[in-house]
């Protein structure tokens, strides 16, 4: 497995495999990689010639007052599983590497941006767009796989893809949960044992309202109501919100007449949790 921390290098790999006929599959990641991350990449491994997975912490996501320092980092332990899983190389710049002195280019897609998770983060998803875009210009690659569990950076960044015609597919992947239901995320290492307890609160909020969608409920009111009502259940658990938008906008849905986004997002302490479901009314 190559390991690359310059843009040159990664950039002259993806071409090498192409031109020797294989396909290119790129899995982004911010590292401290757990079973959600893996699925990505077997997937990854199953549909394409080579695998490059990608591990940045990207700061332009992060607002000031987040966890940017404190964001869990193991590399050495990162670079074994995705040997372990066939990956043929791992692309891991430095910041700056990827934002020399002089860069000014942010992409941005400001209607999908503000809603959802970018009410409480205004930045994060232009930083994740314009590093998203680097990193496809640098790997050109076939493939690029996301988790659903982070669905408005999906949707908003297939949205990216086709307004920008870049070449490649988004394949969405399904969330990876513990036994309990609550969806893996590096950032479930900040919970203390009683906020942990607490966590797949979320999670049963969220099937809650799934299960009055599949039982015919199409007033999004209802949905939010009972992922409020649970949440409210579980002292340890502060909603940020719960909200239902149409999955080609994300624009709010006050009915469920097409394919939705129902999420949320939960403060345990001072960790946000996220979790989502997709609901699609003509699905049988
Ligand atoms: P991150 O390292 O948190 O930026 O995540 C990198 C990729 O892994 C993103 O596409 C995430 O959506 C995906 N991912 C993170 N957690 C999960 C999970 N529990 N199940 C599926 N995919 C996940």
């Known amino acids: 497995m190559e390991i690359f921390r310059t843009i040159n290098p990664a950039r002259q790999m993806a071409r090498t495999w192409k031109a020797r006929g294989q396909s290119v599959g790129v899995v982004p990641t911010m590292g401290f990689l757990h079973a959600g991350h893996e699925s990505l990449i077997r997937r990854a491994r199953a549909e394409n010639g080579q695998v490059l997975v990608t591990v940045f912490v990207n700061p332009t996501q992060f607002s000031p007052n987040e966890d940017l320092a404190a964001y869990p980092r193991d590399l050495g332990r990162d670079l074994a599983i995705c040997e372990s899983l066939g990956v043929g190389a791992v692309f891991c710049p430095e910041p700056g590497e990827m934002y020399p002195p002089g860069f000014a280019t942010q992409v941005s897609l400001p209607s999908m941006s503000q809603v959802l998770c970018g009410r ?26 996301f988790g659903l569990k982070d669905a408005q950076q999906y949707f908003i960044l297939r949205r990216m893809v086709r307004d ?34 607490a966590a797949p609160v979320l ?32 002292p340890l658990a502060r909603l940020d919100y719960a909200q239902v938008v149409d999955t080609e906008t994300l624009s709010e849905a006050d009915q469920i007449e097409s394919e939705v ?19 699609d009314p003509g699905a049988r």
């Open 261 to 279: 986004l129902v999420a949320a997002a939960m403060w345990l302490g001072r960790t946000r949790l996220i979790d989502n479901l997709i609901f």
């Open 164 to 197: 920008l015609d870049l070449d490649l597919e988004l394949v969405p992947c399904p969330i990876v949960r513990e036994p309990d239901g609550l969806a893996l995320s590096s950032r479930n290492s900040y919970l203390d044992p009683a906020e942990r307890r």
């Open 120 to 145: 409480s983060r205004p930045h994060h998803f232009q930083g994740v767009c314009t590093v998203c875009a680097k990193l496809f210009a640098i790997t050109e690659p076939d493939r690029a796989y």
């Open 203 to 234: 999670s049963r909020a969220l099937r809650l309202a799934g299960e009055l969608a599949a039982n015919g409920e199409r007033r999004a009111r209802e949905l939010i109501g009972a992922i409020e009502g649970t949440v409210a259940g579980e």
